[in-house]
């Protein structure tokens, strides 16, 4: 049945987004590590602070936490789009390359048309509803942006839930096979006329 094949196929391939995004973690948690243990570097910010804030000693002190956490703040921001970034060229690549993924090759599953925009157009799709939307409601969270993150994490559930489902209506093309005129036939068969020929019906 295709469509569970699909299933299995995102799965692998989520599996290795998910791979990714814990050796992002790995190296922001070691990022962040070494900021915060890097004792002669903070010795001479704050030096510096206390030395121009006048004796204020407090307003030294909150300033310098306050540039800790933005630096804090802004490895993780990296780590979030770098994960973005990842995903989308990991499914733009392997498209343009293989014409499928690897989860869609390990379930003799290929996209078609092979063609470069259609690529480039289906892995920004999948990429934003996979992981960009829920980065940046993550994102938006860590900046303090609370209402607005749980308006975009809506949105991220939505767009999701929009690209998986419609794999299941007539024609079992994901939203990003519509936007990006595609369709995903297994390896023996042939779309013959267009993006929704050939599809199986099972």
């Given at each position: 049945?295709?469509?569970?094949?699909?299933?299995?196929?995102?799965?692998?391939?989520?599996?290795?987004?998910?791979?990714?995004?814990?050796?992002?973690?790995?190296?922001?948690?070691?990022?962040?590590?070494?900021?915060?243990?890097?004792?002669?570097?903070?010795?001479?910010?704050?030096?510096?602070?206390?030395?121009?804030?006048?004796?204020?000693?407090?307003?030294?002190?909150?300033?310098?936490?306050?540039?800790?956490?933005?630096?804090?703040?802004?490895?993780?921001?990296?780590?979030?789009?770098?994960?973005?970034?990842?995903?989308?060229?990991?499914?733009?690549?392997?498209?343009?390359?293989?014409?499928?993924?690897?989860?869609?090759?390990?379930?003799?599953?290929?996209?078609?048309?092979?063609?470069?925009?259609?690529?480039?157009?289906?892995?920004?799709?999948?990429a934003a509803a996979d992981v960009a939307v829920?980065?940046?409601?993550?994102?938006?969270?860590?900046?303090?942006?609370?209402?607005?993150?749980?308006?975009?994490?809506?949105?991220?559930?939505?767009?999701?839930?929009?690209?998986?489902?419609?794999?299941?209506?007539?024609?079992?093309?994901?939203?990003?096979?519509?936007?990006?005129?595609?369709?995903?036939?297994?390896?023996?068969?042939?779309?013959?006329?267009?993006?929704?020929?050939?599809?199986?019906?099972?």
């Open positions: 049945m295709l469509t569970l094949r699909r299933t299995l196929a995102w799965f692998i391939d989520f599996a290795l987004v998910g791979v990714a995004a814990a050796l992002l973690a790995i190296l922001t948690f070691h990022r962040i590590g070494a900021l915060v243990t890097d004792v002669p570097s903070l010795a001479a910010k704050g030096g510096l602070d206390l030395l121009t804030s006048r004796g204020d000693v407090i307003g030294a002190s909150e300033h310098l936490g306050r540039s800790l956490w933005d630096e804090i703040v802004l490895d993780v921001e990296e780590a979030f789009g770098a994960l973005v970034v990842l995903t989308f060229l990991y499914q733009w690549a392997c498209l343009t390359l293989l014409g499928r993924t690897l989860g869609k090759g390990v379930l003799g599953l290929q996209v078609t048309p092979r063609l470069s925009r259609p690529a480039l157009r289906r892995a920004a799709v999948t829920y980065a940046l409601a993550c994102v938006l969270l860590i900046e303090g942006q609370f209402a607005l993150s749980v308006l975009v994490w809506a949105v991220a559930v939505v767009l999701f839930l929009a690209n998986a489902l419609t794999v299941f209506f007539p024609g079992r093309r994901s939203l990003a096979d519509r936007l990006a005129g595609t369709c995903v036939v297994g390896v023996f068969q042939r779309a013959e006329a267009g993006p929704t020929a050939g599809l199986p019906r099972g």
